[in-house]
């Protein structure tokens, strides 16, 4: 018998292993991120078919302007038109947008293409796809940081923090997965990260469909969160 699958509330990707799903089939790598695209839309159906209420990807970091420009413009070539064809869609079904990250570095087409949206999808109460765009944990803790010391407080907790974070009010990942293989979190919501499950998959990430994300709820389910306390909460 099937166990009964537990559904995150959150569940975030680190997309990774475009390059090298091209590369294995001697295509550029431009194909590989188009294709990684294509796994993005699966996921946001698979996530919205089992009642996620929010999914996060990673899908460009503050260190990916090291890339060859010819890349780092395809790929916001790649979010623009994202962004017109598909995530306007997204915005009809009543879907929340977000995205964090220094959206003030990204080009200007691209940034008017995000802002057309986050317009149109004022007032939706859907689940929440959040997309990082030149994002990075640590840039994020350091605003964070500078956020609170020009207020002027002098004794910060945890939450005082969490409300000066990209994601302030939403819940913390319930899990991260990375793809390709790689098991690190590449600077990645590593304060909202305290407590989520990782899950690595060998799987290239435009490899991801109906049956990677089904494994994924699979090893999920048979977590055992503690959250440093001896029992299961969950
Ligand atoms: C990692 O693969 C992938 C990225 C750095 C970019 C992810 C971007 C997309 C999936 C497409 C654009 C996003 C949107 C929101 C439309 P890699 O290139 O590092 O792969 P490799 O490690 O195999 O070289």
Redesign the pocket.
């Known amino acids: 018998m099937q166990e009964e699958l537990k559904i995150p509330r959150h569940i975030a990707f680190i ?9 294995k089939r001697l295509l550029p ?1 431009k194909v ?3 294709e ?2 294509a ?2 839309r699966r996921m946001i159906e698979e996530c919205d078919k089992a009642g996620v209420g929010m999914v996060t ?5 503050t260190e ?1 302007w090291t ?1 060859p420009q010819e ?1 780092i413009d395809a ?1 916001f070539k ?2 623009s ?2 962004a017109d064809k598909y995530l306007s869609d997204y915005v009809k079904r009543g879907y929340r947008i977000m995205f964090m990250g220094d959206l003030t570095k990204l080009p200007a087409d691209t940034v008017a293409a995000l802002k057309k949206i986050l317009e149109a999808a004022k007032g939706n109460n859907g689940m929440i796809v959040n ?1 990082a ?1 030149n994002y990075g944990a640590r840039d994020e803790i350091l605003r964070a940081i500078n956020t609170i010391l020009a207020s002027g407080v002098r004794e910060v907790d945890a939450q005082t923090v969490s409300d000066c974070l990209y994601t302030a009010g939403l819940p913390d990942p319930d899990v991260i997965v990375r793809s ?1 293989g ?1 098991k690190r979190l590449s600077n990645f919501m590593l304060w909202q990260a305290a407590y989520s499950e990782l899950i690595f998959v060998d799987d ?2 435009p490899d991801f469909d109906e049956k990677v994300f089904l494994r994924i709820l699979q090893e999920y389910s048979k977590r055992d969160r503690r959250y440093g306390n001896v029992r299961r909460i969950d």
Request: charged letters at 25%; zero cysteines.
């Open positions: 997309m990774d292993g475009n390059g090298r799903w091209a590369k790598r590989g991120h188009r990684g695209v796994a993005l990807f990673y899908a460009f970091s990916n890339r890349e790929l790649m979010v038109e994202f997309i765009l390709s790689e290239y990430w």
